[in-house]
């Protein structure tokens, strides 16, 4: 198993300001991925996190609105940038470890 | 990636009963197949896996049975329990894909009754 611990577990921010969301590990990981699951939807991959270098985003995710830092394979930080309420949501972080385990999450809410 | 659905979004069962939880995935490539619950204020959790070079596997109460010619994914949980009630995800990955990526389905909403 793997344990995950995300910080903040929510947290409430005003438009324009940015949020820094961070994701450690118990112990080193190859793989780690970031998720969005807006209000009652499902979840949808944001980006890789790689270690040593810059994240692999997904189609409709870009590094300036969601930019992802890996300084090594226990954590990783993604922050949502220029809020909106379009940005209220859940962010999940999430490693491989045989399969795929999942932090508890953040809840974001943009004012 | 492809998406994967679901047919029901809200599933009521009384206590005691079996649940039938079904997927639909489009993706013919993919050939590593996960359900998830969700409880409220958490993130997913793991519940059972199948490989597409399976049609059945089984866990503790739980049953995921895969049809690949139909392309349909469900899950069985036994003697539905009240701490059974959460939102069930299923998601599909290639194991040739970098990293075991998941696309995941809609979700259902399994709501126990006692």
């Known amino acids: 198993s793997a344990v995950i611990s995300q910080k903040p577990s929510r947290d409430i921010c005003q438009r324009g300001t940015s949020l820094t969301i961070q994701c450690q590990v118990d112990?080193?990981?190859?793989?780690m991925f970031w998720y969005r699951q807006q209000p009652g939807q499902s979840l949808t991959l944001i980006a890789t996190?790689?270690?040593?270098?810059?994240?692999?985003?997904e189609s409709g995710f870009v590094i300036d609105k969601f930019p992802i830092s890996r300084p090594n394979l226990t954590f990783s930080t993604l922050t949502v940038s220029n809020l909106s309420p379009e940005d209220s949501s859940i962010y999940l972080c999430?490693?491989?470890?045989?399969?795929?385990?999942f932090g508890a999450g953040t809840r974001l809410s943009v004012l | 990636g492809e998406s994967v659905g679901l047919h029901l979004p809200t599933l009521s069962v009384q206590e005691g009963d079996n649940s039938i939880i079904n997927c639909a995935y489009s993706?013919?490539?993919?050939?590593?197949f996960i359900w998830y619950k969700q409880e409220s204020g958490k993130g997913p959790q793991f519940i059972i896996d199948?490989?597409?070079?399976?049609d059945k596997r089984q866990g503790q109460r739980v049953t995921v049975l895969l049809n690949k010619t139909v392309k349909h994914l469900s899950l069985q949980i036994a003697a539905t329990q009240p701490g059974d009630s959460a939102v069930y995800f299923c998601?599909?990955?290639?194991?040739?894909?970098?990293?075991?990526?998941?696309?995941f389905g809609g979700g259902t909403r399994v709501l126990v009754k006692p």
């Open positions: 999430s490693v491989v470890r045989n399969i795929q385990y």
């Open positions: 112990s080193q990981v190859t793989m």
């Open positions: 996190a790689n270690q040593g270098s810059e994240a692999t985003y």
């Open positions: 993706n013919s490539a993919s050939d590593y």
């Open positions: 199948i490989r597409s070079n399976m």
């Open positions: 998601a599909e990955s290639s194991l040739e894909a970098a990293g075991n990526k998941l696309t």
